[in-house]
């Protein structure tokens, strides 16, 4: 299991150093446990294109089969991250999509369909707001 | 295993004894389930038979753990091989992205996969299914179940099977490049770096299968570039892969170098790796190669500016610690120097228990008060409070007391009017930093040594610190006074010397003087003696002798005095040079006395 989950990040690897859609980039790809990408949203006028968005991937053993843990990081400055403003994702990055969750996740999916489902996502986004709360309350009822 | 019961039944219902079937046990046993069943044996026999049963099944457990014990060459995971010829990526399972390993359609979509990659992908979420493994189609999400191998086409397996791919022992060596279908034989048959039994007498460890003909190579050897400790047979594999010695070839600059040192040659001293120009933290973004990188030092401004910029950060670093040294140490001896304030204007009583009476008192206090308050214990008398105190005794006190600044102010008053009627005496002399409440609130009108919470908490180190500051004060009073003895000195040295000139140029006439007169005199001894000679003249030249004693006596007396008054002018001055104060006056003094002496001659 192992071996299958980095033979197919190293052919991920390659196919993402060779060519990504527009708007996606790989940041940093030091081992295959944990991969960052930038993306940028090309047609929204919430999001301007100029800026980028981290994303950091962190693969399990059993990748493929399980879903990879997908959240927006916050770096404060060189170069200044910050995470996008949607209802779907929280003010600590965690990004509530289906795609990501265990009951949604298909093993077809890769590194590459994630980062052009969440800027799917962002592209369509018309309210510039977050939904904290819920989070919130999680975090209270877990206290 | 499955099929030996069947094979089997035969043989073993013509051979109904119980013995004869305990001997052939070696091979796959497994007695008939049917013989208890149609033979009527008494309850011991049958008891028997079931421990039989057991052994057997025991024995067979045993050599078939065995036998997976000694296969050495597990079976091949073909989606972890390496492929050399190109393939479709049509061929390849969306899962996996391999080429298709044993490909099962699925039913309802006709979506492709490897049957393990479904597999994997069903077990994780969801339970067992008396139907059958079944579950939505990973691409589509269409719920399906796998189809039968007969739906997969055969032209589908001929054509994965067909492609080329590495022997998985390429890493230790082995160069095979083997159809797919064929690889699982190479490894157990052919393939020269598989692992076989030893062919030595009594060795039972793995060996490769080209090293198996050179006897058993299990004993203990080391390696000759690390030293290491380890079998003879895995030498090889050592030396290929693991010893920290051994040359490795760099692929970026065609050097070889050290399998220890690759790490650091990879990012640092390979000459074909890019690096940063050495003024890249001032500025600089270029990147170019080690030896270009030189050349693109002596052109780039950053880089020649590079250690000035260095050498600058840090002469400021050090000025900041310095600088924060110094504030410190400013800050304690402004304490002190307040902290001696206030022992030189001292409180005059103490106020503890009218501060008290303060709080409830004074609705709204400044921050500075409070701090005051809270900070220097009993240094701060609170006059205001005492104002405030209705109690006329109190009151009164504060009319006697000898520094009291508004004796005859009233309290609405001093609240209308900010500056003191009054001041008392040292007030004038101060910086006047403080806020209208502080100015009401202490008498002599001093803020509290440190400002917010120094580090003076407690009234002895107060002390100490006052104690310090005075130690400062007695030390800079000697200075000065060191400096003005040093100066006294040095100018009385300077007048002596003048005078001791003078006396000596005095000196020196006063010889001249006193060889004319010898000469004068012995000039006139001779004379009258030559007059003395010729009779009768004894009595004139008697008379001009005592005219000329009387001349000479006349003389000598003015030099005596001449001697006096160079004496007298010598004390003058040295009373002048002596009295540290009046030095100047003594200078003109002198040297009146001096010409005078000068004139007497």
């Known amino acids: 299991?192992?071996?299958?989950?980095?033979?197919?990040?190293?052919?991920?690897?390659?196919?993402?150093?060779?060519?990504?859609?527009?708007?996606?980039?790989?940041?940093?790809?030091?081992?295959?446990?944990?991969?960052?990408?930038?993306?940028?949203?090309?047609?929204?006028?919430?999001?301007?294109?100029?800026?980028?968005?981290?994303?950091?991937?962190?693969?399990?053993?059993?990748?493929?089969?399980?879903?990879?843990?997908?959240?927006?990081?916050?770096?404060?400055?060189?170069?200044?991250?910050?995470?996008p403003l949607h209802p779907h994702i929280y003010s600590n990055g965690i990004i509530c999509l289906d795609l990501l969750d265990s009951q949604g996740w298909s093993p077809v999916h890769n590194v590459e369909s994630i980062c052009i489902s969440i800027q799917s996502m962002l592209a369509g986004n018309t309210k510039a707001e977050r939904e904290f709360d819920t989070w919130l309350v999680w975090v209270v009822m877990a206290n | 295993m499955s099929r030996s019961p069947i094979s089997r039944s035969p043989r073993e219902s013509q051979e109904p004894t119980f013995t004869?079937?305990?001997?052939?046990?070696?091979?796959?046993?497994?007695?008939?389930?049917?013989?208890?069943?149609?033979?009527?044996?008494?309850?011991?026999?049958?008891?028997?038979?079931?421990?039989?049963?057991?052994?057997?099944?025991?024995?067979?457990?045993?050599?078939?753990?065995?036998?997976?014990?000694?296969?050495?060459?597990?079976?091949?995971?073909?989606?972890?091989?390496?492929?050399?010829?190109?393939?479709?990526?049509?061929?390849?399972?969306?899962?996996?992205?391999?080429?298709?390993?044993?490909?099962?359609?699925?039913?309802e979509c006709d979506h492709c996969f490897c049957r393990d990659c479904i597999r994997q992908c069903w077990n994780t979420n969801s339970t067992y299914n008396p139907l059958g493994p079944r579950g939505n189609c990973p691409t589509c999400r269409t719920p399906?179940?796998?189809?039968?191998?007969?739906?997969?086409?055969?032209?589908?397996?001929?054509?994965?099977?067909?492609?080329?791919?590495k022997c998985p022992k390429s890493d230790d060596g082995c160069k095979a490049e083997v159809r797919r279908c064929e690889v699982q034989d190479h490894v157990n048959i052919y393939c020269g770096y598989a692992l076989v039994e030893c062919l030595g007498e009594n060795c039972e460890l793995p060996v490769r299968r080209k090293d198996a003909a050179q006897g058993c190579l299990h004993y203990g050897v080391s390696c000759l570039l690390c030293r290491k400790e380890l079998q003879k047979w895995k030498l090889e594999i050592h030396w290929r892969s693991e010893c920290p010695d051994r040359r490795v070839h760099c692929e970026t600059c065609k050097s070889t170098v050290f399998a220890r040192d690759l790490d650091e040659?990879?990012?640092?001293?390979?000459?074909?790796?890019?690096?940063?120009?050495?003024?890249?933290?001032?500025?600089?973004?270029?990147?170019?190669?080690?030896?270009?990188?030189?050349?693109?030092?002596?052109?780039?401004?950053?880089?020649?500016?590079?250690?000035?910029?260095?050498?600058?950060?840090?002469?400021?670093?050090?000025?900041?610690?310095?600088?924060?040294?110094?504030?410190?140490?400013?800050?304690?001896?402004?304490?002190?120097?307040?902290?001696?304030?206030?022992?030189?204007?001292?409180?005059?009583?103490?106020?503890?228990?009218?501060?008290?009476?303060?709080?409830s008192t004074r609705p709204s206090l400044s921050p500075r008060d409070m701090q005051a308050n809270g900070t220097t214990s009993s240094f701060i008398p609170n006059a205001q409070s005492n104002f405030d105190f209705s109690d006329p005794t109190a009151y009164a006190d504060l009319m006697v007391s000898?520094?009291?600044?508004?004796?005859?102010?009233?309290?609405?008053?001093?609240?209308?009017?900010?500056?003191?009627?009054?001041?008392?005496?040292?007030?004038?002399?101060?910086?006047?930093?403080?806020?209208?409440?502080?100015?009401?609130?202490?008498?002599?009108?001093?803020?509290?040594?440190?400002?917010?919470?120094?580090?003076?908490?407690?009234?002895?180190?107060?002390?100490?610190?006052?104690?310090?500051?005075?130690?400062?004060?007695?030390?800079?009073?000697?200075?000065?006074?060191?400096?003005?003895?040093?100066?006294?000195?040095?100018?009385?040295?300077?007048?002596?010397?003048?005078?001791?000139?003078?006396?000596?140029?005095?000196?020196?006439?006063?010889?001249g003087l006193q060889r004319q007169v010898h000469w004068l005199t012995s000039a006139q001894l001779q004379r009258q003696q030559g007059r003395s000679g010729t009779p009768g003249a004894s009595s004139s030249s008697a008379m001009a002798d005592v005219g000329a004693g009387a001349g000479v006596e006349a003389a000598v007396s003015a030099v005596s005095t001449a001697a006096t008054a160079l004496t007298g002018a010598a004390r003058v001055a040295n009373v002048g040079a002596s009295g540290s104060g009046n030095g100047r006056d003594g200078a003109p003094m002198r040297r009146r006395a001096s010409e005078e002496g000068r004139t007497k001659l």
Request: with cysteine; net charge positive; glycine share 4%.
């Open chain 2, 20 to 107: 004869r079937s305990r001997s052939h046990r070696r091979p796959v046993p497994t007695p008939p389930p049917e013989t208890p069943r149609r033979s009527s044996l008494s309850a011991e026999m049958r008891g028997m038979r079931r421990l039989e049963q057991r052994r057997n099944m025991e024995e067979s457990h045993y050599l078939n753990c065995k036998a997976r014990a000694q296969n050495y060459n597990p079976p091949i995971d073909l989606r972890l091989v390496d492929y050399v010829s190109p393939y479709d990526s049509n061929l390849m399972c969306p899962i996996c992205r391999c080429p298709f390993v044993d490909p099962v359609v699925l039913t």
């Open chain 2, 265 to 359: 040659h990879s990012k640092q001293t390979c000459p074909a790796i890019s690096i940063p120009c050495p003024g890249k933290a001032f500025g600089c973004t270029s990147r170019s190669r080690k030896g270009q990188a030189e050349i693109h030092a002596k052109s780039c401004t950053f880089a020649k500016l590079a250690p000035i910029f260095q050498k600058q950060q840090d002469r400021l670093d050090e000025q900041e610690v310095a600088q924060r040294e110094m504030s410190r140490k400013l800050q304690v001896l402004e304490s002190g120097f307040g902290a001696m304030r206030d022992i030189l204007n001292p409180p005059k009583e103490d106020t503890t228990p009218d501060r008290r009476s303060a709080g």
């Open chain 1, 1 to 83: 299991m192992a071996g299958m989950s980095s033979k197919r990040l190293q052919k991920e690897l390659t196919k993402i150093q060779g060519t990504l859609p527009p708007g996606i980039t790989l940041v940093s790809a030091p081992d295959l446990r944990e991969w960052q990408m930038d993306i940028a949203i090309l047609d929204n006028p919430i999001y301007p294109p100029s800026d980028h968005y981290r994303l950091r991937f962190q693969f399990s053993q059993s990748y493929p089969i399980e879903a990879p843990e997908v959240v927006f990081m916050a770096i404060p400055s060189n170069p200044e991250r910050k995470i």
């Open chain 2, 402 to 511: 000898p520094h009291q600044p508004r004796p005859s102010a009233s309290t609405a008053s001093r609240q209308s009017d900010p500056t003191p009627d009054v001041p008392g005496p040292r007030l004038t002399d101060l910086p006047e930093p403080f806020s209208f409440d502080s100015d009401l609130a202490s008498p002599a009108g001093f803020p509290p040594p440190t400002t917010d919470g120094g580090p003076y908490a407690s009234p002895l180190h107060h002390l100490l610190s006052m104690h310090e500051s005075l130690r400062d004060e007695m030390s800079r009073i000697s200075t000065v006074l060191s400096e003005l003895d040093g100066r006294h000195s040095m100018q009385s040295l300077n007048e002596n010397l003048r005078t001791r000139e003078e006396i000596s140029y005095m000196g020196a006439q006063v010889a």
């Open chain 2, 144 to 165: 399906a179940k796998l189809g039968s191998r007969s739906a997969t086409s055969k032209i589908l397996l001929n054509i994965v099977d067909d492609l080329v791919v």
